[in-house]
């Protein structure tokens, strides 16, 4: 096993200057194998970059040109929106070179040949990655070239290992490569990257054929990372790198190779993965085998704001299926035996329902992490006050204008028997006619020649008046000269009225726990039910109740969520039926789900009722005449206004927990 050192000499920074570079690369050569050089970044503050000499072309290691060809292309969609491409070759050996020329990159392939049904453009647009069109070209007869058009600003970076080419282009938020800002859908798709999941240094890399364990021996010194590397870690690797997270170009290193890492404090561990999971499972098995031999003891546990019952269900593992017990001798012991969570392969639980408490058998590691399981669980709940105000406004506005008007009396000449009677209606008529007749028949018994007088009796032609609640205010006005009688009456009225209903349930309930609030009456009615004594009376009972129903839930954030459901009922009347009469209930209810700050004060329901009535009542004909046809009608005009309110608060009550003496 190799341990590689974090402070040892990094080889890049302690390269004196560009024309060392060679020198110093040409003396690694033996560690690191056939190593393509790359240029140098012009400016210092550059990323740290790992360099190597030009490929020889003549190394009988290398396969001829032309033997090489590209087996598959796939390009899918990776995480935070990064486009990933894969080329997939006949055999090892391939020369993959790849360069960014300001949104388009190239990949260059000399001695790889391209078949001809791969020779066609692919457009990925719809992937919503960077790569908007990959275009694969042939060059000669045994060459090759991919170039593929990118969208916005992004990073590339690509590695190479066995028979794989893979490169990555991840997106980045900001302005384009000519700094003007990003269209909506590069906004999109480099949105995706906001959260970068690598935070490391940038390094850059060009390794052709060189050993794994070498590559992960500059990591470590370009990142100041302690690392140790297993002995079975072998291999060479190929690939290329710009700029990329050193955590990130860690991951892609161990990725091809088959390898994962392990974090221990500062150290990072790298073995292949089968290794590691070697090295875990033996961990476990060996803590199991110790826990198989540790010694048993007894704990008994208080449990002070929850179930016993539900937290030996939590503690099993079993919360959520039926439970099944045992009674012990004092009849409220419940227990089996368990073997799933918190508790050992040998651990048992049980409760006691009478005292709330947890009666455990198990290895002292276990009981401790029990007790700080119970720490956490068994605290006091936090309530809820919840009040609601269900507010009904009523406004109401009338007005009548009418009138009642008659003539009558009668005519003729008082020496003829014979004589005319008039009024609103037959009946005055004839009185009228009936009582100037016995007048003259009684001027013919005295034998006196005066006119005869006699009773004239009322007869509206129009009755009309305003018939408003609390009485209409009248103008009256009545003529009577011989024996003609004219009654005028006009009568108005208008009334005005508002009224305002509050009701106001208030309840306390523990977080998740349903309450229910309920006032009001039962008005009862009369029914008939068919028996063999023929109908029977039997009294019904109607609900008129005020009640508000709710379940709070305290989120993590300090917010209230209510379920609620409120409901106000009203007597509104009575309706007939052929037995007696039977209540008629005005029902105002609002069920929802809402959330609402700590003490604040929402409007969860409303309703806006408007109404506007206007009435005529007259004679046809008559109260069609000018200005006197207002004597023959009755108009009336109604306006009212109601309108329904329902506001809730709900107010956290902390509830902290009391230290045990």
Known sequence: ??????????????????????????????????????????????????????????????????????????????????ARLTIRFTGPGALVDMQDRGGTLIIEMPNVGLPGNMQQPLDVADFATPVERIAPYAIGVSGSRLVMDVLGTYKPSAYQTGNEYVLEVVPHTGSDASGSPLT??????????????????????????????????????ETDANLVASDSVTGNLTLRLDAVPWDQALDIVLRARGLDKRRDGNVLWVAPQKELADYELAVNQARIAVENSSEMITAYLPVSYASADDVKLLLTGEAGQNRQGSGGSSGNIAGTMVQRGLLSMRGTISADQRTNTLIIHDIPERIEDIKKFLTIIDRPVDQVVIEARIVVANESFARELGARFGISGASGDPGDRSSVGFGGNLE????????????????????????????????????????????????????????HLLD??????????????????????SNQKEAIIKQGDQIGYLTTTGGQQGNLPSVQFKDAILQMKVTPTITADGRVFLNMDVQKDDLSGFVQTGVGQVPQIATRQVTTSVLVDDGQTVVIGGVYEFRDQSDLSKVPFLADLPVIGNLFKKRGNTK??????????????????RAHD
């Open 428 to 483: 005055a008529s004839q009185a009228n006619a009936e009582s100037r007749a016995d007048a003259i028949n009684s001027l013919e018994d005295t034998d006196t020649d005066r006119s005869p007088p006699f009773d004239v009796t009322r007869g509206l032609m129009t009755n009309l008046p305003s018939t408003l609640a609390g009485g209409s205010g009248t103008l009256a006005l009545s003529i009577l000269n011989a024996g």
């Open 1 to 82: 096993m190799t341990v590689t050192n974090a402070k040892r000499l990094r080889l890049v920074r302690a390269l004196p200057s560009r024309a060392g570079v060679a020198g110093f690369v040409a003396g690694m050569l033996a560690a690191f194998g056939s190593v393509q050089a790359a240029p140098l970044p012009a400016a210092q503050a550059a990323p740290a970059v790992a360099q190597a000499a030009p490929v020889n072309s003549l190394d009988p290691g290398r396969r001829l040109p032309g033997t090489i060809s590209v087996a598959d292309i796939d390009f899918n969609r990776g995480d935070g929106g990064a």
């Open 640 to 657: 009212s206004k109601a309108e329904l309110l329902i506001m809730v608060t709900p107010r956290v009550i902390r509830v902290s927990q």
């Open 184 to 221: 909506r859908r590069q906004r999109a798709v480099a949105g995706l990257n906001d959260a970068p999941k690598y935070t490391g240094r940038p390094v850059t890399f060009n390794f052709q054929d060189v050993p794994v364990r070498t590559v992960l021996q500059i990591i470590a010194e």
């Open 488 to 509: 005028v009456e006009l009568s108005a009225m208008q009334t005005e009225g508002r009224g305002e209903i509050v009701s106001n349930p208030r309840i306390v309930t």
